[in-house]
């Protein structure tokens, strides 16, 4: 059991949380044809762009209001009404996703009142859909802004079932946490089709953000989930939602549409998959396929191989809750210590994580913790880079943003071959800084202390 | 201490920006608000712009008072260089939350200030105001005042809160505030006859090294660079320079105008992209320092250095020119720095189709028209499709852009280089110009594309996206020139005016009808050019087509 503290710096430094506006907005982009407009200063969407560009290495579809001062405080609703009106003449979406932020949010604009008003006063866009997600930067994280946009997705797209014998049991609906990337999504994607299901991924950055030739240039987003397939999830079997940041949604899902829905915390390592196979396997009436079987043996010698390595490695992770407790698990099942955790906002796996104290905090804390706790291994998004070279131990970038190295989308943690392939990862990494630094000399064990690191087996 | 809004008038009024000059009274006052368009734009906010413009002072602790939005989505994402304090790459912010913005974020920044102090101790702290604390009545002025007064340290607020306009009014609203609170504030330990500023320079990539072993042979000294690789005291002691060179066009005019008008510095605007360029550069810098009491020899080892270097790149460069030949460059900058990559590019002998000036000023246009002779083909606002289309029908071998674009590029399988902010290659000075050459050659002799063009073995040749997407492309052309109305109805409906949404048809309707000829003329009957203005150059090309066709005709 932890204890969650909230950091007490007025000032944050090296900042470890991205704002919920661009969570929200990144869940957007999992629909096909969507734009994502967010409602406040042309600067809110230019850095989420710039931020969302650098990571998948792809053309990010985000627009802007573009709030000045004067329609700050005067309110925006002629800047809400042009921007739907261009985006609709310019690109044509299927679907505009709205998210506010701080700007517009101390000022109090009644967005859904002006959607309304927009429609009456605008026949071409009467009937299209316009979702609007209240997502103030001044409060909560990108994981908030993630869960409250998809949440919203599902209130207001879902429809209701006409009866209950209109339910396929094919069908399943998947809630994915924004700490999937698109190649999670479609490892899951495989995984669920072979059981002979059919998943329906809400959001859908994998069809998205996966770094696919589009058919045509499009100014929206390039796939996802179509507007008709969420309408439709009211008539799946099941809602497999992973990660807690997506109870709310699943709840919600349930509530509308009488769709059960199963938790999965926990995607990455051998007994949450486990017990993903067990219940695809209660669903569906199937038996793992034999090459589940395999791969199931194969992590398990991953973890076998690899627990040379990260046995015993004091560790530091700084992600937000979710990603946290995928990561921070996986690594304590084989024998590293959770020392330093620091996260971004709150959240019920906080206080069940193996470790003795959560941090709300920042990367100053970070590394001002691992140094403080001779920590040999941080794990965070690609801003940890500083502090792990400061610090001159191995980091392993997880999370968004990754901008400094490719293939940030593609990084696999679920299923048992995305834990096979991180442990091989993490491992090599250990293993090369071993090489690098810390070869024995004689003056080694001099101290009486000997090597602080791991040793490399032979 | 003047008030926001009189800064941003301030601003609005440069004599030395081409965009004001186009302006009414009445127009400037009203600056670049009604600028930006809901739904169409994509840059960045004045923060933004203050940011980038100040960033790359290395030993500054750079404070965003703001949601975690300003600072968290975008810190340490600069491609600027130091040689020495990291201290700019950390991340500070304020991090308001709910309470805050209720009860006012003032003592969060004022204890956000002592912190930074007590565990970093910079030289400075600069002070950003982003719009939530500005919506919210926070006195960032008073707050540096209260700090610079109780830890007796140089606390600078930088007024340039995100919804005051755009990216380029916060360089500018940037240097406003280096010139009310930094320059001239300390004194240099030496002066000489050889020191320089050099305004609006960001090292990217650390380009300034590139250029600067050349100023050093010379014995100039960089006094300051604003801001590349800059330092605090640098900066403050800049005003005993004996002259300075304006490197990014319009990016820090005021700086250098105000320099001038204030300290008598001297300056000229030039530019280190391109070998000619980079000659014109230094010769100027070697005259102005001259002039202002350097000794004249310093002319002549300037001469001589500019011919080992010329030679030198000359030579390097000739190898790529047979290789280059017939190679079609399609030049997208986000910036404001066209004009001095297409010389560049000239010098290495490539041609070019178009370029887009889309934030650049009439002057940096009538730049480019002068290099690129008459059949200069200006882009303005070309849709992504439109690019797409351009690079298929390659009418263009590679694309140069900044990196938002690159992935259109990308998709179509066209080789791409990056020229702006997120680039990693340096590319000034004789040195950087060979670079660029080298890394333009690299990209369109790498045998990636013949791979990454080949059909899918499930695909009929012929059958493939591109030749769909392209034949879709060709027959709404068809289809438009067999339809000589549609085509008219489609050629009038070109926007001329984004900010007030003019369409071509309109303004040349009211031309004819009320006999219209000048810019001002056609904004009063259209509205055309009544927002930021940028668009009174398109609307002067219309009116000269109109009135030689109008001649023509009379002539017959």
Same mark, same amino acid.
């Given at each position: 059991?932890?204890?969650v ?7 944050s ?18 629909l096909?044809g ?5 409602? *406040? ?8 762009l710039v ?31 042009q921007?739907?009106?261009n985006?609709?003449n ?11 932020t ?9 967005v859904?009142?002006y ?6 006063k ?14 103030p ?19 207001t797209m ?18 994915? /946490? ?5 190649? !999670?999504?479609?490892?899951?994607r495989?995984?669920?089709e ?9 959001? !859908? ?32 079997g ?18 509308k549409?009488g ?20 219940f ?8 793992a ?15 076998l ?23 921070? *698990? ?35 804390d ?14 965070t998004?690609?801003? /940890? ?18 901008f400094d190295?490719?293939? *940030? ?15 091989f ?13 810390h070869?024995p ?18 | ?11 609005f009024?440069?004599?030395?920006c081409?965009?004001n000059a186009n ?9 670049c608000t ?21 960033q ?5 602790a ?82 540096c005042?209260?700090?610079?007064e ?39 330990e ?8 050099i ?22 000294r ?54 000619e ?37 000359w030579?390097?460069?000739a ?14 900058t ?41 059949d ?27 990196? %938002? ?9 066209m ?7 997120? %680039? ?5 000075? @004789? ?5 660029l ?7 369109? @002799? ?48 070109k ?10 048809g309109?303004?040349?309707d ?47």
């Amino acid at each position: 059991m932890a204890t969650v503290t909230v950091s007490k710096k007025a000032c944050s430094v090296n900042p470890l949380k991205m704002s919920q506006p661009i969570g929200g907005a990144l869940a957007f982009m999992g629909l096909r044809g969507a734009m994502p407009l967010l409602h *406040g200063s042309q600067g809110c969407t230019s850095f989420g762009l710039v931020l969302f560009t650098r990571h998948f290495k792809e053309a990010i579809p985000m627009q802007t209001t573009a709030m000045s001062e004067v329609a700050t405080v005067l309110g925006g609703y002629e800047n809400v009404e042009q921007a739907v009106l261009n985006i609709y003449n310019r690109t044509k979406p299927e679907i505009i996703g709205i998210c506010s932020t701080g700007v517009t949010e101390t000022k109090g604009d009644d967005v859904d009142g002006y959607i309304k008003l927009i429609r009456e006063k605008n026949a071409a866009v009467a009937h299209l859909p316009i979702v609007y997600v209240s997502t103030p930067d001044f409060k909560d994280a990108f994981q908030d802004g993630w869960e409250k946009t998809v949440t919203r997705i599902v209130e207001t797209m879902v429809e209701a079932p006409k009866s209950a014998a209109r339910r396929d049991p094919t069908k399943v609906n998947v809630l994915p /946490g924004c700490h999937l990337t698109p190649g !999670d999504l479609d490892e899951l994607r495989t995984i669920i089709e072979d059981f002979g299901l059919e998943p329906t991924f809400l959001p !859908d950055l994998a069809g998205s953000l996966d770094g696919h030739i589009p058919d045509d240039f499009t100014p929206t987003t390039i796939g996802g989930v179509g507007v008709e397939e969420i309408s439709m999830m009211g008539q799946a079997g099941w809602t497999i939602a992973i990660g807690a940041q997506m109870q709310r949604a699943a709840e919600a899902m349930e509530k509308k549409t009488g769709v059960p829905f199963r938790m999965f915390e926990r995607l990455c390592g051998l007994e949450a998959n486990d017990a993903l196979m067990a219940f695809l396997t209660d669903i569906s009436g199937r038996p793992a396929p034999m090459k589940y079987r395999r791969q199931r043996g194969q992590l398990v010698d991953a973890m076998l191989d690899g627990h040379f390595h990260i046995g015993g490695r004091k560790l530091a992770v700084g992600a937000e809750p979710d990603l946290l407790n995928e990561i921070g *698990g996986l690594l304590t099942e084989m024998g590293a210590q959770l020392l330093v955790a620091v996260t971004t906002t709150q959240s019920p796996v906080l206080e069940r994580l193996p470790t003795e104290e959560v941090l709300i905090g920042d990367l100053e804390d970070l590394e001002n913790l691992a140094k403080a706790k001779d920590c040999d291994l941080m794990v965070t998004h690609s801003h /940890g880079r500083q502090a792990a070279s400061r610090l001159k131990i191995p980091f392993f970038r997880m999370g968004i943003p990754m901008f400094d190295r490719l293939g *940030g989308g593609h990084q696999l943690m679920v299923g048992y071959r995305g834990g096979r392939d991180l442990i091989f990862d993490i491992s090599n990494l250990l293993m090369a800084d071993h090489d690098e630094n810390h070869e024995p000399t004689p003056d080694s064990w001099r101290d009486g202390v000997g090597s602080s690191h791991a040793a490399t087996s032979h | 201490m003047s008030s926001l809004s009189a800064t941003i008038q301030d601003v609005f009024n440069e004599p030395g920006c081409g965009k004001n000059a186009n302006k009414s009274e009445a127009e400037r006052k009203k600056g670049c608000t009604k600028q930006l368009q809901p739904g169409g734009a994509a840059g960045g906010c004045a923060f933004d712009g203050a940011k980038i413009a100040l960033q790359p002072l290395t030993d500054v602790a750079h404070l965003v008072h703001g949601p975690i939005a300003c600072e968290g989505n975008s810190w340490d994402n600069r491609g600027a260089k130091s040689s020495g304090s990291n201290l700019w790459r950390t991340g500070f912010t304020t991090d308001i939350n709910e309470t805050d913005v209720v009860f006012g974020g003032e003592k969060r920044l004022f204890k956000s200030i002592r912190e930074i102090i007590e565990k970093y101790d910079p030289p400075a702290i600069f002070v950003y105001q982003t719009c939530v604390p500005a919506m919210i009545g926070d006195d960032i002025d008073a707050v540096c005042k209260a700090a610079r007064e109780k830890f007796n340290k140089p606390v600078i607020p930088i007024n340039s809160p995100g919804f005051v306009g755009p990216k380029n009014l916060g360089n500018k609203l940037a240097g406003e505030a280096l010139l009310q609170h930094v320059i001239g504030t300390e004194e240099p330990e030496y002066t000489t006859p050889y020191d320089l500023n050099i305004i609006g320079e960001y090292n990217l990539s650390g380009e300034l090294w590139q250029v600067k072993p050349l100023l050093d042979e010379l014995g100039i000294r960089i006094m300051a660079c604003i801001s590349g690789d800059g330092k605090y005291k640098e900066v403050a002691s800049s005003h005993r320079a004996k002259a300075a060179m304006m490197v990014c066009s319009k990016a820090m005019i005021n700086v250098a105008r105000k320099m001038e008008e204030r300290y008598g510095i001297p300056f000229f605007e030039g530019s280190f992209y391109g070998i000619e360029d980079s000659s014109d550069s230094l010769r100027e810098i070697a005259r102005m320092l001259i002039e202002r009491g350097a000794p004249a020899e310093l002319m002549d080892r300037t001469e001589a250095l500019i011919a080992r270097e010329e030679a030198k790149a000359w030579a390097a460069i000739a190898k790529y020119k047979p290789r280059f030949e017939g190679k079609k460059v399609l030049l997208i900058t986000g910036g404001v720095k066209s004009w001095s990559v297409v010389a560049a590019l000239q010098e290495a002998g490539l041609e070019l189709v178009g370029t887009s000036v889309k934030k650049s000023t009439k002057e940096d246009k009538e730049r480019i028209k002068e290099l690129m002779g008459q059949d200069a083909h200006m882009i303005e606002d070309m849709t992504p499709r439109e690019m797409y289309k351009m690079l298929k029908d390659a009418r263009a071998d590679i694309m140069l852009s900044g990196g %938002r674009s690159q992935f259109i590029a990308l998709k179509a399988s066209m080789p791409w280089l990056d020229i702006n902010q997120e %680039r990693h290659h340096a590319y000034m000075g @004789y040195v950087g110009m060979v670079k660029l050459v080298e890394e333009i050659d690299k990209a369109l @002799y790498n045998p990636v594309w013949a791979q990454v063009r080949k059909p899918a073995p499930w695909e009929k040749s012929g059958d493939n996206w591109q030749s769909r997407a392209m034949a879709q492309a060709e027959a709404e052309a068809a289809a438009l020139a067999a339809d000589p109305v549609k085509a008219e109805e489609v050629r009038r409906a070109k926007k001329i005016c984004n900010c007030k949404s003019v369409e071509l048809g309109v303004i040349e309707d009211a031309i004819l009808a009320n006999h219209l000829s000048t810019v001002e003329g056609v904004r009063d009957a259209t509205n055309a050019s009544g927002g930021c203005g940028a668009c009174a150059v398109r609307i002067e090309e219309i009116l000269e087509q109109m009135v030689s066709a109008s001649h023509a005709i009379a002539a017959e």
